[in-house]
């Protein structure tokens, strides 16, 4: 009997690992273009090999490096520097909040390296997983250290032999992870209070790009979309997915 559990936990394990992967890897398509635009761009700014590849490992987020590097370069202050870059990740802030919930079985050190690999593509991917079974470890830190080496991987061959892909968008590149993104928001689309949440996200987040301009759009569009989920009435209990013992 217990070489029989043995068993069935180490192809559930298996499974996870292989569910990360298969579901990560469209992901890097638009990933190590990126990264590869991001190194070149870092050292032509003059940034050293050394200091590149440590932005990207303790920043993780490519929006965010590439607007810094672009302030640096026009001369910017320290201050406009460090409020863009808040403006742009503060949507992590919510993104955490949201995972937190699915994390229940993580240890305190296991949600700090969690949190720290919460990027775009891996919020969405852990909540459509999440919304089918329980979110564990093993495919959660599969797909997150993954797309961390590619980042990691991108930005070094970026860095070292130059500009290899000056314009992604020319070969539409840049428009995968949107995509990508926008196919995993939809696995959400029959739940009650989408279409409200959503519309209301994509009306202010609109707005906000004509009135105010980028980047609080991302911000303020996503607070618009929590307010009304808010202000909706819950689902009942028994909507909610049954959670399973993780393995």
């Not at 229940?104 to 997983?129: M, N, Q, Y």
């Not at 032999?161 to 990508?180: K, T």
Request: aromatic share 12%; proline share 5%; hydrophobic share 55%.
């Amino acid at each position: 009997m217990s070489q029989t559990r043995s068993s069935d936990l180490h192809q559930l394990a298996g499974s996870e690992i292989e569910a990360a992967l298969r579901q990560v890897f469209p992901v890097f398509l638009a990933v190590f273009p990126f990264g590869m635009v991001y190194g070149a761009i870092a050292l032509g700014d003059g940034l050293t090999l050394l200091e590149a590849m440590g932005f990207s490992a303790t920043v993780f987020a490519g929006a965010s490096q590439l607007a810094a590097l672009q302030l640096i370069g026009i001369g910017a202050p320290v201050w406009t520097v460090l409020l863009t870059v808040f403006a742009l990740n503060f949507r992590h802030i919510l993104y955490s909040a949201s995972i937190g919930r699915h994390l229940t079985r993580f240890s305190p050190a296991a949600k700090a390296a969690a949190f720290f690999l919460l990027v775009d593509p891996i919020f969405g991917a852990a909540e459509a997983r999440a919304a089918e079974r329980p979110l564990t470890k093993r495919y959660y830190f599969t797909y997150g250290m993954a797309l961390y080496i590619c980042w990691l991987a991108s930005t070094l061959i970026g860095a070292l032999f130059g500009s290899l892909i000056e314009e992604p968008e020319a070969f539409g590149l840049d428009f995968v992870l949107p995509v990508y993104f926008l196919a995993l928001v939809m696995t959400f689309r029959s739940r009650r209070t989408f279409w409200p949440v959503a519309g209301t996200s994509a009306i202010v987040s609109i707005a906000v790009t004509y009135v105010i301009g980028p980047p609080w759009h991302v911000t303020l569009g996503a607070l618009a979309g929590i307010a009304v989920a808010a202000a909706m009435k819950p689902p009942e209990r028994g909507e909610t997915h049954s959670t399973e013992k993780e393995a």
